[in-house]
């Protein structure tokens, strides 16, 4: 169609993007460029056979985001700390004065400015969506500086608005809450059939959930795979300046392992163990960065509660409609998960 507009997604083949291309895929008015630095791996062939215009681009190359941004009625703009992280790890670059997680924070905030100078020369560009967090050490009043994969994104938002004043005017604010998929993927935080050597008073078979944060600290939690398009295009769709944060449901870890066991009919227990003790296997520096993260939902809220420019879903001209987190976790391969 001659007349249909054209979004373009960085990171189409990662969680968040692949959401925002499914969902625009089934509208006929948008059509859908998706950028990845590898468009001959296998997730980036299945989205060009589903229509999806796929683009080569590195967000450490302003001239091949600039070329793959071009046309562009909305751009969707996300990046990987923990990618980078990875990255950095493999390449042993964590040996100098700086600690890992401080090398990939200005990693990612170098490469977002990358793709926000670049959008900011898109002629006709309408709507621009950047995938955030909240900044821990403003919102703390500096109390908890070191939770860079926060930070960092927080500065590129900040950057926009000081830089960019006329991207900043098309600019909306997508903050995915705690990812669900976390608790099943991840070995740090999924759950495991409990033994009777494990925790006296908990049954054997019991899936039991460690953690170190408060049980009952109300926390927005997403199924970012499935919600961020929705999120994303209700954000297009309506007027700039929104600074949303994205989630299927507000709920405590306590409510979320509730969920799971309802879901899985696996009975589930959350077992709160002391911070000293927990991950203990992470270098020094990422220890402490999730230490203080999860402090800093506790005390000032996942999303920095005293940030006026908070917009929840509910608040929206026409918020999506979403699954539960039961419904999620209903989809879940539990035989995957306890076999880990």
């Known amino acids: 169609m001659a007349d249909q507009k054209l979004i373009v997604v960085l990171g189409a083949t990662g969680n968040q993007g692949s959401s925002v291309v499914d969902t625009f895929l089934k509208d006929a008015a ?17 989205l060009s056979a589903r229509g999806v215009e796929v683009v080569q681009a590195d967000m450490d ?27 950095l790890a493999q390449q042993e670059k964590g040996t100098g004065e700086k600690p890992l997680n401080l090398l990939a924070g200005e990693t990612e905030f170098q490469q977002l400015k990358n793709a926000i100078d670049a959008a900011s020369q898109v002629p006709g560009l309408e709507r621009f969506i950047l995938s955030t967090l909240s900044n821990v050490a403003k919102w703390s009043r500096e109390k908890y500086t070191h939770v860079y994969h926060f930070d960092f994104k927080a500065r590129a938002s900040a950057y926009i608005e000081d830089k960019h004043q006329e991207l900043w005017a ?30 006296s008073q908990i049954a054997d078979g019991t899936a039991q959930f460690t953690t170190t944060m408060a049980p009952d600290v109300k926390l927005p939690w997403i199924a970012a795979e499935e919600d961020t398009g929705p999120f ?10 929104k600074n949303l944060i994205a989630y299927r449901e507000w709920a405590t870890l306590r409510e979320m392992v509730g969920a ?21 296997f992470l ?18 809220g996942y999303e920095g509660r005293d940030d006026a420019t908070i917009v929840h879903p509910s608040q929206l001209k026409t918020p999506p409609e979403l699954d539960t987190m039961e419904q999620y976790f209903r989809k879940v391969d539990l035989s995957r998960i306890f076999s880990a």
């Open 30 to 46: 948008w059509r859908v460029r998706g950028l990845t630095r590898n468009p001959s791996s296998a997730k980036a062939k299945a």
């Open 61 to 87: 190359d302003v001239s091949s985001l600039s070329v793959a941004f071009r046309d562009a009625n909305a751009i969707f703009v996300v990046s990987d700390f923990w990618g980078i992280y990875g990255a």
């Open 170 to 199: 098309k600019t909306s604010l997508f903050q995915a809450g705690l990812f669900l998929s976390t608790f099943v993927d991840s070995p740090s935080f999924m759950p495991r059939k409990a033994k009777s050597a494990d925790i």
């Open 232 to 241: 994303v295009k209700a954000l297009v769709q309506e007027e700039p300046g």
């Open 260 to 280: 799971f066991q309802s879901a899985s009919k696996t009975k589930s227990e959350l077992v709160v163990v002391p911070r000293d003790e927990a991950n203990e």
């Open 283 to 300: 270098p020094p520096d990422l220890k402490l960065e999730i230490d203080e993260g999860f402090l800093y939902f506790e005390e000032f």
